[in-house]
């Protein structure tokens, strides 16, 4: 298992093997992420700033596989566009076509499995840490495994955003006759301006549905090994600021 945990100047993972060996590394962000991190105000679509924060985090093999499933979605929306316009002219277009909705339930229900079974246990233990050190500045084990896991700035606050967002996108795209792609980047700008002058935490229905979907699939208490992982990759993250005097 793996956790990470940022701050403004450093990401500090800590990894947990199979015979329960905890090993940790920190890494400083690059100069551009340090820059918009310490700079909100700066001029810059939210949606642009965020892409930059995720591959700046990110590993080259995180990054290709992030690019081949945005490859795959935009094959599936040229696929619906060229159908619609001419017709499917192949079997593969005719199967994309006719099961496009089908393929994307499979991958999302395969994708909360997989959360479920093997990530919302170390989702935990990161969300107690951070929360620990937030409220008391505490690194105790103890106090750590006091917390909930439940964490109303987790980023399942934008789960119903992104959904309601896909579904307007769409009917926006075949009402008007427009790329849904760009369509759904801007509903994205919208939806994180929206986080940043109110917070989709302090909006009822967004919380609710947030608090459920950690509740049932994204997060559960972690065991000792994940608290031990989390309170690991916490105090190497701070002590990487105490070095600096951050």
Known sequence: GRISILSNEFTSTARSDKDGEITCTVKRHSFLSRFLYNNKRFPMPLLLRFALFLVDSMKRAEIIGLCGVLGFVVLLEKTHAKSTNSGPDSPIYVF??????????????VSLAYIRR????????EHMAIATYERTGSTD????????PINDLCGGRFSLPLITGAIIAVLVAESFGVNEVIVFLVILE???WVDKLKGWDKIPIASHASRFLQERIT???PGIQELRTARRALMTLVAAHERTGG
């Open 96 to 109: 994309l076509y006719q099961n496009w909705w089908i393929i994307y339930a499979v991958i999302l229900v």
């Open 118 to 125: 093997f990530v919302a246990a170390w989702h935990g233990a």
């Open 141 to 148: 084990i103890q106090v750590i495994e006091g917390e909930s």
């Open 190 to 192: 919208c939806m994180f």
């Open 219 to 221: 997060t559960r208490h």
